[in-house]
């Protein structure tokens, strides 16, 4: 979406939000339905960065690399896990 925005000299965030909710479809418009209730009363949709983060929120990471990396360090700061059972902990790593 954010290459779109830019090939077609989209820039305010408002509109970069309105273009991305066109492109949206069930089961995905449905758990952005705050934005398309905003739209219809007239409200501010926000930011662009709040919006992407929210999707990155509810459809989770990109590719497996950072999902590994995100594993990764959550085991790396779980030591209690460590602690508790070393094996399972292991396991996991």
């Known amino acids: 979406m954010a290459l779109y925005c830019s090939v077609s000299s989209i820039i305010r965030d408002d509109q ?4 991305a909710l066109t492109c949206l479809h069930t089961p995905a418009s449905t758990y952005i ?3 398309f209730d905003k739209v219809q009363s007239g409200e501010n949709l926000g930011s662009w960065g709040d919006f ?3 999707l990155k929120n509810i459809y989770g990471q990109r590719d497996d690399k950072e999902g590994a990396k995100k594993k990764l ?3 790396w700061v779980n030591r209690d896990l460590a602690k508790k059972n070393f094996v399972k ?3 996991r790593y």
């Not at 970069?16 to 273009?19: E, R, S």
């Open 33 to 35: 339905k705050v934005y």
């Open 52 to 54: 992407a983060q929210e």
């Open 73 to 75: 360090i959550a085991l």
């Open 89 to 91: 902990y292991v396991k």
């Open 16 to 19: 970069k939000i309105m273009c």
